[in-house]
């Protein structure tokens, strides 16, 4: 069922979990990713997996930096 077509309740928080990363992964691990990421919320959380929601957001290297140093 697609997200959009999810029973909500008013009343119900709907987790949203954040991911940014460099690029690099394909569509398959995209998918594994975010079926992996929602069941552990899910386990550790008690939520149902049809509540939870996954962004992964591609940042550029370049935009990215660590120490103090860039990695683009």
Known sequence: MPARDLPTRQNERMPL???SQTPG??????RAVIA???KA???ASGKPESSI??????VP??????G???LG
């Open 17 to 19: 979990i954040q991911i």
């Open 25 to 30: 992964l394909t569509v398959e691990q995209r």
């Open 36 to 38: 992996s990421v929602t």
């Open 41 to 43: 919320y899910a386990d």
């Open 53 to 58: 929601w996954v962004t992964l957001t591609d």
């Open 61 to 66: 290297r370049e935009n990215w930096g660590v």
């Open 68 to 70: 103090g140093t860039p």
